[in-house]
């Protein structure tokens, strides 16, 4: 054995490691589709809010009750316990895989020091959701009070104070949740601090709703009357987010199951007319046509390894980020949305930077290389492809991740930039948010998976085994266990419509469209904070 395939081989262990390492830590964190959830959720409370006025056209009623349905009230409550139940089954087992690591004499082994890392791993998890907890309860509450539920709703808050000797003093929740005990009991009781608490702690459909209870009863009619304005106009722009959040995904994925059919249909009806010059059914394009590779697998397992695990995983996040961020005096955690948005944007092209080097130097000895590699044509048909394949991905992708939900319960991780995305307001962040998903990661992930990768394995596969084996490399890579199987079909998908038209810039344009549906949905769906 080469010297070479030694230290390729300590890098492959350190990387499968550290990649065992991240999917494992994923386990246990919530996905954020559950807050996607209830942010859809609270928008629907504030488009439920809406009045139009008498001028306007009673089609705009009718349209605002087809969008936030009957009763979006009891929907809404649905949702919150829902999301409260999930918190709490997730709390307890977070406690008890706690108390059976503590339990546990850690000595001064590596084992021990891993369960020392878990146990702190475990113990921010519990912290977090105990916010979380306390945060629902206080919007359960409201939910419960609106819905003439007004002894379940003080049970409710006089529960979370009930938590604060075993668990928070310090979350803001616990005295929000003593203002609105005191504005909704009979007698009231209004504490000095009730309205600061309440825009401390509430945000949205609830603040208004609990503002609204606190002038009502403070008897501050001016005040009652400019919030009334004000939810008006904000539920107005709720229905209209609505309308692009429902109806845009509700036409593509009509149009995406119509189109997969009809593809499904000619490949029926023509499948005996298969051709590797390109006649026949669409799906059977180039089915069996591979590449000519002129390397061994020895040049596809360095530059994995190296390229996109070693260098993106290791050399990058823990030694030239933390020594540069050392000799500049700067701590990433006190950064603001815009700079966090600029730090994870410079990250991602140090990343595409470093891992497009090491494949170059790597495939550099082959050039020029055999016709077909890297082929990016701007003429041709590629951007049909790409649109085509978006629309045929999304009801392939959410019916998987119907079925995903239902393994993962809400668990499982997600991809740490979009949270970040859905609370930010600021839109010179966005717009660098944009950058990085839409544009940086299509161009970079799919010159290695789909230029690269897939091709290169194309040697030892067939086309559909390189297609399903780059797939699952490509969801794996973005280290959320429950997002493998859903990321595993899109990127079957990108692979399918690589191998069909032979140009990265079909795959790309794909691969920038779902990630940019995604930052659009974020965005309006972080609106119905404010």
Not at 91 to 98: A, D, N, S
Not at 125 to 150: A, F, H, M, P, Y
Not at 201 to 230: C, H, I, N, P
Not at 407 to 412: D, E, T
Request: aromatic letters at 10%; hydrophobic letters at 50%; one cysteine or more.
């Amino acid at each position: 054995m080469t010297l070479k395939r030694i230290i390729l081989g300590i890098l492959t262990a350190i990387a499968i490691a550290l990649v065992g390492l991240s999917l494992l830590a994923s386990w246990n964190q919530p996905q954020i589709q559950s807050r996607l959830e209830l942010y859809q959720t609270n928008l629907l409370l504030h488009a439920s809010e809406w009045q139009p006025e008498s001028n306007q056209s009673a089609n705009l009623s009718s349209a605002r009750n087809n969008i936030v349905g009957t009763d979006p009230l009891n929907t809404a409550l649905t949702q919150y316990q829902e999301a409260r139940d999930s918190t709490q089954k997730t709390l307890k087992t977070t406690q008890l895989e706690f108390k059976q690591i503590q339990s546990t004499t850690a000595s001064k082994s590596e084992d021990g020091n891993l369960k020392i890392a878990q146990k702190k791993a475990l113990s921010e998890s519990i912290k977090q959701q105990l916010l979380l907890q306390n945060e629902l309860d206080l919007r359960l509450g409201i939910l419960q009070v609106s819905s003439d539920k007004t002894d379940a709703a003080l049970q409710t808050w006089n529960n979370l104070v009930a938590r604060q000797k075993t668990q928070i003093d310090s979350d803001p929740s616990v005295a929000s949740a003593q203002v609105l005990t005191g504005i909704w009991s009979n007698p009231a009781q209004l504490l000095p601090d009730a309205e600061p608490r309440i825009q401390k702690s509430l945000d949205g459909w609830f603040r208004y709703r609990a503002l609204a209870q606190l002038y009502k009863l403070q008897e501050r009619s001016k005040e009652l009357v400019a919030l009334q304005a004000t939810e008006q106009a904000t539920a107005e722009q709720a229905v209209e987010k609505l309308a692009i959040i429902v109806g845009i995904p509700a036409i593509s994925l009509c149009l995406g199951t119509v189109l997969l059919v009809g593809l499904s249909v000619q490949w029926l009806l023509q499948r005996k007319q298969l051709d590797k010059a390109g006649s026949g059914p669409l799906l059977a394009r180039n089915a069996s046509l591979t590449w000519d590779v002129p390397w061994d697998g020895e040049i596809v397992w360095q530059v994995l390894v190296v390229g996109f695990f070693f260098v993106g995983q290791i050399l990058i996040p823990y030694l030239l980020l933390p020594v540069s961020l050392a000799v500049l005096k700067l701590n990433p955690a006190s950064f603001d949305p815009r700079e966090k948005a600029f730090y994870i944007f410079a990250t991602y092209l140090l990343l595409s930077a470093g891992g497009l080097s090491v494949l170059y130097f790597s495939v550099k000895s082959f050039f020029p290389l055999p016709d077909g590699w890297f082929r990016i044509d701007w003429r041709g048909n590629w951007f049909l492809w790409g649109f085509g394949g978006y629309f045929v991905a999304l009801p392939l992708v959410v019916v998987v991740s119907l079925i995903n939900q239902q393994f993962w319960q809400g668990q499982g991780g997600s991809n740490p930039i979009l949270p970040i995305v859905l609370e930010g307001r600021d839109n010179v962040a966005l717009a660098v948010f944009f950058g990085t998903a839409a544009i940086a990661a299509p161009v970079f992930e799919e010159i290695v998976f789909r230029g690269f990768l897939l091709p290169s394995l194309t040697r030892y596969l067939p086309v559909s085994g390189a297609i399903a084996a780059s797939a699952f490399l490509f969801a794996v890579a973005h280290l959320s266990v429950s997002e493998i199987l859903p990321l595993a079909t899109l990127g079957a998908v990108l692979g399918f419509v690589y191998t069909r038209s032979r140009n990265l810039l079909a795959p790309m344009l794909l691969h920038s469209l779902w990630n940019s549906g995604t930052l659009l949905s974020l965005f309006l769906l972080g609106g119905s904070a404010s």
